[in-house]
């Protein structure tokens, strides 16, 4: 029954965003879906066990795969209009930044979600370009999320560098 109300929501929101000018521009939803890197053209994806606690996160091909699949949940807009969410794989696993120079950088991985963990946190941004593709940061504003290779774990860092289509980040929802 769980699967018919799911299916049913991803079929009424794509419905919603066809009939409401605008509605597929609206940024990160809630729901499941997949999140492309533009300029890698591969899917944000769970790999496996790290040995300590959590799974790995690494960009690769998109294939489709469970593997692929996140739970989007927006908590709030902020003052600038901009979504502010977490990213689930499961009802207990959240993307969150991990490292020893945080918040300046840090790389994303599966960890037990804690709704007090500000690394658990992304803010969405819009291109200046193309409205469906965004750019997400952490809890620093323009420390963007990137990957400059497949099978690199996406990572934020605070520094001049413009990583371009490296850290724009396409959400694909199931059904879309």
């Not at 419905?15 to 521009?25: F, K, N, R, S």
């Not at 739970?71 to 930044?97: N, Y």
């Not at 946190?121 to 940061?137: I, K, M, N």
């Amino acid at each position: 029954m769980r699967i018919k109300a799911r299916y049913a929501a991803v079929v009424a929101g794509a419905l919603a965003a066809m009939a409401v000018p605008g509605a597929a521009q609206a940024g990160p939803v809630e729901g499941p879906a997949y999140l492309r890197n533009v300029g890698l053209d591969g899917c944000l994806t769970a790999v496996g066990d790290d040995g300590r606690r959590g799974a790995l996160v690494r960009v690769k091909p998109c294939d489709g795969s469970f593997a692929q699949l996140w739970l989007m949940k927006v908590l709030h807009v902020d003052a600038d209009d901009q979504p502010v969410f977490t990213i689930r794989k499961s009802g207990w696993e959240c993307l969150e930044l991990i490292g020893e120079e945080l918040p300046d950088s840090g790389r994303l991985a599966l960890r037990d979600c804690d709704e007090g963990n500000p690394y658990q946190v992304f803010r969405a941004s819009t291109t200046d370009w193309s409205a469906p593709v965004w750019r997400v940061s952490g809890p620093l504003p323009g420390a963007w999320l990137r990957a400059y290779h497949e099978h690199e774990a996406p990572y934020v860092a605070a520094d001049d560098e413009r990583p371009g289509a490296f850290a724009e980040w396409e959400h694909l929802p199931i059904g879309a």
